[in-house]
């Protein structure tokens, strides 16, 4: 079993930032990478951003594109998401993932985190 656990999150103003750090327990044997996901009130889950396990490779949502940025610890198995110029559009719970990141589909992730919350203000 993987465990993997969140921090970071909260209440922002618009145009604000935050930043959302996640640590895994261990990797697994087919899995490529961590990355975010993101759910926001009844809207379904949406891919956000992943990176590879050396950090060569990242992939981004084009909603957040050019303002989250997405770096990973490969000997701590920790993975940050550095989120600037936060909108009313960014509000929803982000979990953190590991697995092939080459996929953007939920249902392809295993391994979840228990969420956190990101509340952007006007």
């Known amino acids: 079993q993987v465990q993997l656990v969140e921090s970071g999150g909260g209440l922002v103003q618009t145009g604000g930032s935050l930043s959302l750090s996640c640590s895994a327990s261990r990797r697994t044997f087919s899995s490529t990478g961590m990355g975010w996901f993101r759910q926001a009130p009844e809207k379904e889950r949406e891919f956000v951003a992943a990176?590879?396990?050396?950090?060569?490779?990242?992939s981004y949502a084009d909603s957040v594109t050019g303002r989250f940025t997405i770096s990973i610890d490969m000997n701590d198995l920790a993975v940050s998401l550095q989120m600037n110029s936060l909108n009313s559009e960014d509000t929803a719970v982000y979990y953190c993932v590991l697995g092939r990141v080459s996929l953007r589909a939920p249902g392809s992730y295993t391994y979840w985190g228990q969420g956190t919350q990101v509340t952007v203000s006007s």
């Open positions: 990176i590879t396990w050396d950090g060569s490779s990242t």
